[in-house]
């Protein structure tokens, strides 16, 4: 009886346990580090921040049945081409933005946050900007009609639900839609689903 295994001895269930979770630990931090080779900036799904310094659209993709973004040629942001380092901090400062003002209490990003307005993931896509805000705002770039939004959203309303103003000052608005130029790049497996799909996105 010595060598066989005893289901009523309690080391044989601790032992299984502590191997259960040793193990499961060990899963857990390999699909940890492999979800990184995907949803670091510069991994497979998210590109570098200097994304912004090309032209970003969204297209069909039918292996995938969804919506990809497809990263073109070049189309600095506000005509200006960034290094990764300057790119990086505008990330950062149009993020801290972002968190200040709690945008997420209004918006969704990844479809995170409160549904009051829309989703913000694809938004730089958004044919509202060409269709609607550049002739509103008298803008002549996406970018700039962008900010001037942001800016004084009070100003330029297109729905029944009104942003406030949130003395959100240029070099804010600046940073905020660099931010969002790249977000709109991150590879999100077609999420929203048909965004922007029933008007012609400005490609
Ligand atoms: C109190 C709620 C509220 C807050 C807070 C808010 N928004 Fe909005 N936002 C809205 C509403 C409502 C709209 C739609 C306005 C319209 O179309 O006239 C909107 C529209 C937008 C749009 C246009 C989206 C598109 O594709 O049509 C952008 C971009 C945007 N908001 C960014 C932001 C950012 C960035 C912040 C934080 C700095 C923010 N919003 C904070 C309510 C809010």
Same mark, same amino acid.
């Given at each position: 009886?010595?060598n066989?295994?005893?289901?009523?001895?309690?080391?044989?269930?601790?032992?299984?346990?502590v191997?259960?979770?040793?193990?499961?630990?060990?899963?857990?931090?390999?699909?940890?580090?492999?979800?990184?080779?995907?949803i670091?900036h510069?991994?497979?799904?998210?590109p570098?921040?200097?994304?912004?310094?090309?032209?970003?659209?969204?297209?069909?993709?039918?292996?995938r049945?969804?919506?990809?973004?497809?990263?073109g040629?070049?189309?600095?942001?506000?005509?200006?081409?960034?290094?990764?380092?300057?790119a990086?901090?505008?990330?950062?400062?149009?993020k801290?933005?972002?968190?200040?003002?709690?945008?997420?209490?209004?918006?969704?990003?990844?479809?995170?946050?409160?549904?009051?307005?829309?989703?913000l993931?694809?938004?730089?896509l958004?044919?509202?900007?060409?269709q609607?805000?550049?002739?509103?705002?008298?803008?002549?770039?996406?970018?700039e009609?962008?900010?001037e939004?942001?800016?004084?959203?009070?100003?330029?309303?297109?729905?029944?639900?009104?942003?406030?103003?949130?003395?959100?000052?240029? %070099?804010?608005?600046?940073?905020?839609?660099?931010?969002?130029?790249?977000?709109?790049?991150? %590879?999100?497996?077609?999420?929203?689903?048909g965004f922007?799909?029933?008007?012609?996105?400005?490609?």
């Amino acid at each position: 009886m010595a060598n066989a295994v005893n289901i009523r001895d309690p080391l044989f269930w601790r032992a299984g346990a502590v191997s259960t979770t040793l193990v499961m630990l060990i899963v857990l931090a390999f699909l940890t580090i492999d979800s990184y080779r995907y949803i670091a900036h510069g991994g497979i799904n998210v590109p570098d921040y200097d994304v912004i310094n090309q032209k970003i659209g969204y297209a069909y993709d039918w292996n995938r049945h969804a919506d990809v973004p497809v990263i073109g040629g070049e189309q600095p942001l506000f005509g200006k081409k960034v290094s990764e380092p300057e790119a990086a901090d505008l990330m950062l400062k149009g993020k801290l933005v972002i968190q200040s003002r709690n945008c997420m209490n209004c918006h969704t990003i990844f479809g995170n946050g409160a549904y009051y307005g829309p989703d913000l993931t694809k938004s730089w896509l958004d044919p509202a900007w060409h269709q609607i805000w550049m002739p509103m705002t008298g803008k002549s770039t996406q970018e700039e009609a962008m900010v001037e939004f942001l800016m004084h959203p009070d100003k330029y309303p297109t729905w029944n639900r009104r942003m406030p103003n949130l003395n959100i000052d240029e %070099d804010e608005a600046r940073a905020t839609v660099a931010y969002l130029k790249w977000l709109s790049s991150v %590879d999100t497996n077609g999420f929203p689903a048909g965004f922007g799909r029933s008007v012609p996105n400005g490609q």
